[in-house]
């Protein structure tokens, strides 16, 4: 695991960073001399992205997971840089990969978030550490990049970068390449945005509807209302509901409770 002492000020004070999880699909097929080559390879592809998108790896806390790693990025890292450059040079360089012959096939979900993430014993805390965890392996995105066999790379954004970033315009970046999902994944449920590279919506949005299911609902059971989280950023509600889960883009009211504890 790389050293994370110098990834932001040692000041003592949680910075929103960005998060970073690239994980392989079906890696667990391989045998070990494979793993060890998809491994190598996935480095190196994102180490490459990032150098053409004018991004510094060597500055990212990097946490290797053997078929995924977990990044965070340093702070003021161009958010706009990652989403746009950064993903299409990536996605680039697993095409030109897998058109290797006789070399497994390495295929990529991508999700990013930007938010609270402070160094902690084991890596990292806070609630954008945990988002990527649950957006990497939400069902749609998922199931979109097993449907569109020809694609390498799927990615979800948090509905938070979307609405900060995404919906800007930024060069690289067209908001209307995204299809929005509601993700459900263990205690954590939120909103996000899955782009495929080089399929548009049309061909995204079918296998998303596909497998819809129901949104949360201002009438659900008060059971439910009671644990929705604490605060929100930008119409957006971030924070931990009062049995550990955490919650993005759900209605919230203010909390006392204090909003940079992560767990």
């Excluded at 979800?156 to 979307?162: A, E, G, P």
Aim: charged share 20%; with cysteine; proline share 9%.
């Amino acid at each position: 695991m790389n050293d994370t002492s110098s990834a932001h000020p040692l000041d003592g004070i949680p910075h929103r960073r960005l998060c970073i999880a690239a994980d392989m699909s079906q890696y667990s097929r391989l045998d070990t001399r494979a793993q060890s080559a998809a491994q190598a390879d996935l480095v190196r592809v994102l180490d490459e992205a990032a150098s053409l998108a004018g991004l510094d790896r060597a500055a990212w806390a990097r946490q290797p997971q053997g078929d995924l790693e977990f990044s965070v990025l340093p702070d003021a890292a161009p958010e706009a840089e990652v989403l746009g450059p950064f993903v299409n040079h990536l996605a680039a360089g697993l095409s030109a990969l897998n058109t290797r012959p006789a070399v497994p096939r390495i295929r990529l979900r991508l999700a990013v978030d930007a938010g609270i993430a402070a160094d902690a014993a084991l890596g990292h805390a806070g609630p954008a550490p945990v988002a990527v965890a649950r957006y990497v392996n939400a069902p749609q995105v998922v199931t979109v990049l097993a449907a569109l066999t020809s694609a390498d790379l799927a990615l979800i954004v948090s509905d938070r970068l979307y609405q900060d970033v995404v919906r800007y315009g930024y060069p690289g970046l067209d908001p209307a390449q995204y299809v929005r999902v509601h993700v459900q994944v263990k205690e954590f449920e939120g909103y996000g945005w899955i782009r495929v590279p080089g399929y548009g919506p049309d061909r995204v949005r079918p296998i998303v509807d596909g497998m819809a299911t129901p949104l949360p609902s201002a009438t659900a059971p008060a059971t439910c209302r009671k644990n929705l989280s604490q605060y929100v950023h930008h119409g957006v509600a971030v924070g931990r509901d009062v049995s550990g889960g955490l919650s993005v883009g759900l209605p919230a009211t203010p909390s006392s409770a204090d909003p940079w504890r992560p767990w």
